[in-house]
C-alpha cells in the first residue's frame, strides 16, 4: 500500500546531541511537510518541500534543519536539541500545495 | 494568527448519539480540512470542503461550511467507540502560502 513511513517511531537523545528523524513515501508526492506536536496542541508546521523548494517558516528555530534528497525522502535534522524539543514530529505529503496531506505515523522524540 | 480555534475543547457523549464539532478561522480560504488523530498517532484526513461549497457528507460525516461566518462544523452521526480521537480543522488560505493551518482540535471520547 502506499504510505507515508517515518522511522523511528521513538527516539530517545541527550541535550546537545544532534538526531535525525526520517520520513519515506511511496506516493509520488511533490510536497513534503515536517509538523511539531506537543502534548495536546495542534501540529506546528516546520517546514516544507515543494519538489526541491525548501519553505521555512519564520518562527521554526535555525536549530532544525531539513534534507530532502530525492522525491521520495525527507529528513529533519535537530542540530543541538533541548528539552523543549521533545514532542511528537509529524511527516506529512501532498500531492499538491493545500490539498489533502497524507501523514505518517510519527516519531515521538524524548530528550534526557 | 490564521490558526483556528475549535469548540468544544473537549466531548464526550454516549455510543450511538451524535457529536457536533465547531471550528472558526480569521481569513479567507480556498478550502477547510478535517483531520482525526487517535491517541500518540499521526493524523488521518476525513474530508476536504472548498470554499464555494456548502456541505459535503462522507459516511456518517457532515461537514458544513460558512463562509461569511468563518466557520465549519463536523458532525459525526450514530457516533462508535472507535470515533474516540481528537478532531482537528486545518484551513488553507488563499494567500498563496501553500500550506495548512491547523485549529485547536476538539477531544472526543464516546462513552461506550
Known amino acids: 500500500d502506499a504510505m507515508v513511513i517515518q522511522n523511528p517511531r521513538y527516539q530517545v537523545t541527550q541535550f546537545g546531541k544532534p538526531v535525525t528523524l526520517s520520513c519515506s513515501q511511496t506516493l509520488n508526492h511533490n510536497v513534503m511537510y515536517w509538523y511539531q506536536q506537543k502534548s495536546s496542541q495542534a501540529p506546528k508546521l516546520l517546514f516544507h518541500?515543494?519538489?526541491?523548494?525548501?519553505?521555512n517558516e519564520a518562527d521554526t528555530p535555525d536549530n532544525f534543519q531539513s534534507r530532502r534528497p530525492n522525491t521520495s525522502f525527507c529528513f529533519l535534522d535537530i542540530r543541538s536539541p533541548g528539552l523543549g524539543d521533545a514532542a511528537m514530529y509529524l511527516c506529512?505529503?501532498?500531492?499538491?500545495?493545500?490539498?489533502?496531506?497524507?501523514f505518517g505515523p510519527g516519531t515521538r522524540l524524548l530528550v534526557l | 494568527s490564521q490558526q483556528g480555534e475549535e469548540d468544544p475543547q473537549a466531548l464526550s457523549i454516549q455510543e450511538g448519539e451524535n457529536a457536533t464539532m465547531n471550528c472558526s478561522y480569521k481569513?479567507?480560504?480556498?478550502?477547510l480540512q478535517w483531520y482525526r488523530q487517535n491517541s500518540g498517532r499521526g493524523l488521518v484526513h476525513l474530508i476536504l470542503i472548498r470554499s464555494n461549497e456548502r456541505e459535503k457528507h462522507s459516511g456518517r460525516l457532515r461537514v458544513t461550511l460558512d463562509t461569511s461566518k468563518k466557520s465549519s462544523s463536523l458532525l459525526i452521526t450514530a457516533s462508535r467507540a472507535a470515533d474516540t480521537a481528537s478532531y482537528f480543522c486545518?484551513?488553507?488560505?488563499?494567500?498563496?502560502?501553500?500550506?495548512?493551518?491547523f485549529g485547536t482540535g476538539t477531544r472526543l471520547t464516546i462513552i461506550p
Open positions: 506529512a505529503t501532498s500531492r499538491y500545495s493545500g490539498e489533502t496531506q497524507y
Open positions: 486545518a484551513t488553507e488560505d488563499n494567500f498563496g502560502n501553500e500550506k495548512l493551518t
Open positions: 481569513t479567507s480560504i480556498n478550502n
Open positions: 518541500y515543494y519538489d526541491k523548494d525548501f519553505n
